[in-house]
């Protein structure tokens, strides 16, 4: 079965940081694009980052563009997101996200499985 689960500590104080992983099970993670995306209360799913099947892709939204890195371990069928800096107008709820494809859309309708998603909050 198709499936992808994040993880990490969901509680960190301004400045520090934090990472989260997208494990894969059900399929190569390699082969596809992976997006993280973020959905605070009351707001739209906002796409974070995104790495592309093919190597060299890679996106990050403004507002954490030199603060946030993503990358790849195919040897573990995961995607991490190092988060630096953390402000608390970064707590929401963060996903990862497959497309079938090797750009990085930033429609969340364009991907075809998500995880659950994992709080991460940012509060001192």
């Known amino acids: 079965q198709v499936q992808l689960q994040e993880s990490g500590p969901d509680l960190v104080k301004p400045s520090q940081m934090l990472s989260l992983s997208c494990a894969a099970s059900g399929f190569t993670l390699a082969y596809y694009t992976i997006g993280w995306f973020r959905q605070a209360p009351g707001k739209e799913r906002d796409r974070v980052s995104c790495i592309g099947s093919s190597f060299g892709t890679t996106y990050y939204a403004d507002s954490v563009k030199g603060r946030f890195t993503i990358s790849r371990d195919n040897a573990k069928n995961t995607v991490s997101l190092q988060m630096n800096s953390l402000k608390p107008e970064d707590t929401a709820v963060y996903y990862c996200?497959?497309?079938?494809?090797?750009?990085?859309?930033?429609?969340?309708?364009?991907?075809?499985?998500w995880g659950q998603g994992t709080q991460v909050t940012v509060s001192s």
């Open positions: 996200a497959r497309f079938l494809g090797t750009s990085c859309p930033s429609e969340p309708s364009r991907y075809n499985y």
